[in-house]
């Protein structure tokens, strides 16, 4: 019992407002931001996904970059040299995915736990909108982390190579798109998780249905020894979202699936199917 | 103004609210009462459109909830204490519901200064009484300056001052010319609140009248007299649909009578009275009158 907040206040329901505010979506934005920043979830979220992907690219690097094949890196051509500092620098985020799952999850899911989604919703009756903020809000600040991120990683990864004679230009061809896309890959997951999120509504079992469609469904295609389970591989969410970024560039001749941008496309769809199943739940279901 | 017409919400079989149709008029405040699972909250919660009535229909001044460009500024709706994030301060909870409407931050910490949480603003929700909720929940209701308040069961929780801080609110709000709807399982506290009141039984409703007329049609009026000739009194009062009970010597509780017709007879017969006093039913009596046979959960009688 806090003592202090008890004193009585003069009753008055407050000077009349001048009622100029209204609904609007600019308004949905920035409220799901102070929502975003204002949990202590989000935050760890972030600091552990930044915290993974450099780490990840400090011990690639090393691993790559002190000859861990037996050969010389500094005698490798140039485009085997980018490849090596660019997979260091996005290795986390293979862990940095499954992180912004989680929260992409309970951005959500702990609306529902906690009650605070019957105020959201009361503010924004008709829910599409809110939801549609949340998504965007999500979409945005997990980008922003993931380019930021990784373009950190790329210069830990870069600077360890250096020692080893190994210099690559962050405005080497296909660089950027490459760090860029590793991070669009993160923002798409965290949204995808967010759909997944709201059509179960709570925690464990949406956490839980999201690592499943990043992990464990790979891991029992790759078990079913028939033709069609390796055929379906390739348009999984994290083999999907794997090769949209860390193929940019390669010879298509190599791959045996669906290139990078087709596998965006397979990302896209995925999430397509997440949020619609989420907007029609979220509508149509009692609060 | 909140019109309802012939609501109706089932839960799987149980069906919650059945057929409701009633006007919570503004400049007055209308206790909405009713026995636990009676479907008060279910019905506040259809008024604001979180649960979609299978059939029937409600608007707030004239509109559906959410056809409002504004919906904060038609409706403050505290339905539920906790409906916060635990894991957020109570400042930052405000602020984000703010900031949808685009409402300013000094607004924030005018509703904060007014429900009395200036010292806990920048706590987390999570470690809140549930007296510091409610007055939580009584501040983002207030966010917009709404018309319309619908309060479930506010005082659930709150110290005694916060109770008469609460009374004392929603009577200055109805005084403003607004509506406020408030359901609360306090009867007492509704004698004391509401000017209206709607009394909900298995989810129809039992009575839509002014407090005053629900007090006098709920129970009978009784009359105390203390004489010393109670005996002699009883007899020439005893009638057919007159009760009386003796509780002690010289003390007789009358019910089937008007006050002024025992002083009369008493007077015609020379029998001297001392005490002649009109015992005024409360709601909590005429409460259960009205809703004995809607009890859901009824509680057996302690012997």
């Not at chain 1, 702990?110 to 503010?123: F, K, N, P, Q, V």
């Not at chain 1, 839980?208 to 055929?231: F, H, K, Q, R, Y």
């Not at chain 2, 706590?123 to 909720?133: C, D, P």
């Amino acid at each position: 019992m806090t003592t202090a907040t008890t004193a009585a206040r003069p009753v008055q329901g407050g000077p009349r407002l001048p009622h100029t505010a209204r609904l609007s979506f600019g308004g949905i934005l920035r409220s799901e931001w102070i929502k975003l920043r204002s949990l202590r979830s989000t935050v760890w979220s972030y600091l552990i996904v930044v915290a993974i992907s450099l780490g990840m690219a400090v011990l690639m690097s090393f691993s790559l970059a002190n000859g861990m094949s037996g050969m010389d890196v500094s005698a490798a051509p140039p485009a085997e040299q980018t490849g090596m500092v660019l997979q260091s620098a996005v290795f986390g985020t293979y862990f940095g995915q499954l992180v912004v799952a989680v929260l992409g999850v309970l951005i959500i899911s702990g609306e529902y736990t906690t009650g605070m989604i019957r105020s959201t919703l009361s503010a924004v009756p008709k829910r599409l909108p809110a939801l549609a903020g949340k998504a965007v809000v999500l979409f945005v600040a997990t980008l922003v982390v993931g380019v930021v991120t990784n373009l950190a990683a790329f210069g830990v990864a870069a600077a360890i190579f250096a020692g080893s004679g190994v210099h690559v230009s962050l405005f080497a061809e296909n660089v950027l798109l490459v760090l860029g896309g590793a991070a669009l890959y993160l923002a798409l997951v965290s949204v995808f998780a967010l759909g997944i999120g709201t059509i179960i509504r709570s925690s464990a079992g949406g956490i839980a249905a999201v690592l499943g469609i990043l992990l464990l469904l790979p891991t029992v295609l790759g078990l079913i020894p028939a033709e069609w389970a390796s055929d379906l591989m390739p348009y999984l969410l994290s083999s999907a979202g794997m090769t949209m970024f860390m193929t940019i560039g390669a010879d298509p001749a190599t791959l045996p699936g669906p290139n990078a941008w087709q596998s965006l496309l397979v990302v896209l769809a995925w999430l397509a199917v997440s949020l619609a199943g989420a907007a029609v739940l979220l509508k149509r279901r009692d609060a | 103004m909140i019109t309802a017409t012939a609501l109706t919400k089932r839960y799987g079989a149980k069906t919650a609210v059945h057929d409701l149709s009633f006007e919570v008029r503004p400049g007055q405040v209308t206790g909405f009462l009713g026995p636990n699972g009676a479907g008060k909250s279910t019905t506040m919660r259809m008024i604001v459109g979180l649960d979609r009535p299978d059939t029937g229909s409600v608007t707030v001044g004239g509109k559906p909830y959410a056809e409002h460009r504004a919906p904060l500024h038609e409706v403050g709706a505290l339905l539920d204490a906790k409906a916060v994030h635990t894991g957020r301060t109570a400042e930052n909870h405000l602020l984000a519901m703010a900031a949808t409407h685009g409402i300013a931050k000094r607004r924030v910490h005018e509703v904060i200064e007014l429900t009395g949480l200036e010292s806990v603003a920048r706590k987390r929700v999570g470690g809140f009484s549930l007296g510091m909720g409610q007055r939580l929940g009584i501040a983002a209701a207030m966010l917009g300056d709404p018309s319309v308040l619908i309060l479930d069961e506010p005082v659930n929780g709150l110290d005694p001052e916060g109770v008469l801080w609460v009374r004392q609110l929603v009577r200055h709000l109805a005084g403003e010319g607004r509506t406020v709807f408030l359901s609360s399982h306090l009867m007492s506290e509704m004698a004391q609140t509401a000017d209206h009141l709607i009394v909900l039984g298995r989810g129809e409703i039992i009575a839509d009248a002014p407090v005053e007329e629900i007090i006098a049609a709920g129970t009978r009026q009784r009359v105390r007299v203390r004489s010393p000739h109670a005996s002699q009194l009883a007899e020439l009062l005893a009638a057919p649909d007159v009760v009386i009970i003796r509780s002690e010597a010289g003390l007789l509780e009358i019910t089937g009578l008007e006050a002024a017709g025992i002083g009369d007879l008493a007077a015609a017969n020379g029998l001297a009275i001392h005490e002649l006093t009109p015992q005024n039913a409360s709601l909590e009596e005429a409460y259960l009158a009205l809703t004995a046979d809607a009890v859901e959960y009824r509680t057996e009688a302690v012997r």
